[in-house]
């Protein structure tokens, strides 16, 4: 496709776009890895307050909850620094971008993990603590690669679908691929085709990532017999 000379700015937008994919799952991973323990700890405020999150996140719309966020910590920031009578301290766009996918989609992951977790026998983890293992053993040994195998498909869902989350944070300031098409098409009145370039992109990187998901999905089943109709 004719780019118009925009070629270098396309691909800047999608460099944007796939570190802020990148990091925004790395914090989505760990809150839901914090909120799935927390959803099936024996503690009753715990799993209140995960159960909270959860319901509170995945009930409003994506778009909604990331204008919230944004706005909401920015406003809680400069109240600081009017409290502390510094200067006002704008937050980077990518950062908040960053915050409020991570945010939004660890309750997401919070329940693919719990769901995962309660898949792994529970007399699997009594034996590993009854042959002298660690708690840390037990995970890391036991656990986890079980629960990956369980947690993958919910994995590659919740990622897909943060993707392509990603191009709302156009509406936040990020000079994302969405935001730098939607500028090359103004500029060259051709927008239908910025965008239709935009999707194309989208989809090479969520195929690419599909990828990767097949690759860990034979990486954790080694070892796990397939049913035979």
Do not use: C
């Amino acid at each position: 496709m004719m780019l118009h000379g925009y070629g270098a700015v396309i691909a800047g937008g999608t460099w944007q776009t796939v570190k802020l994919a990148l990091l925004s799952l790395l914090l989505a991973v760990l809150i839901g890895l914090l909120g799935a323990s927390a959803r099936v700890a024996r503690h009753k405020g715990l799993n209140r307050i995960a159960a909270l999150y959860t319901t509170l996140i995945r009930g409003v719309p994506d778009l909604v909850l990331m204008l919230l966020l944004f706005y909401s910590i920015q406003m809680w920031l400069n109240q600081l620094t009017d409290y502390a009578g510094i200067s006002q301290i704008d937050i980077d766009p990518f950062v908040a971008g960053v915050l409020t996918i991570g945010v939004i989609y660890g309750a997401y992951f919070t329940e693919t993990f719990r769901g995962a977790f309660q898949s792994v026998p529970a007399g699997q983890l009594e034996a590993g603590v009854s042959v002298g293992m660690t708690g840390w053993q037990v995970f890391r040994r036991i656990l986890f690669p079980q629960m990956m195998r369980f947690a993958l498909p919910g994995i590659a869902n919740n990622w897909q679908v943060l993707v392509k989350a990603t191009a709302l944070v156009s509406l936040i300031g990020l000079t994302d691929l969405v935001k730098v098409a939607q500028d090359a098409g103004k500029s060259t009145f051709s927008m239908f085709h910025f965008i239709l370039v935009a999707a194309v992109i989208y989809l090479a990187l969520t195929s690419a990532s599909n990828l990767v998901l097949i690759w860990l999905g034979k990486r954790y089943s080694l070892g796990v017999r397939e049913a035979k109709l």
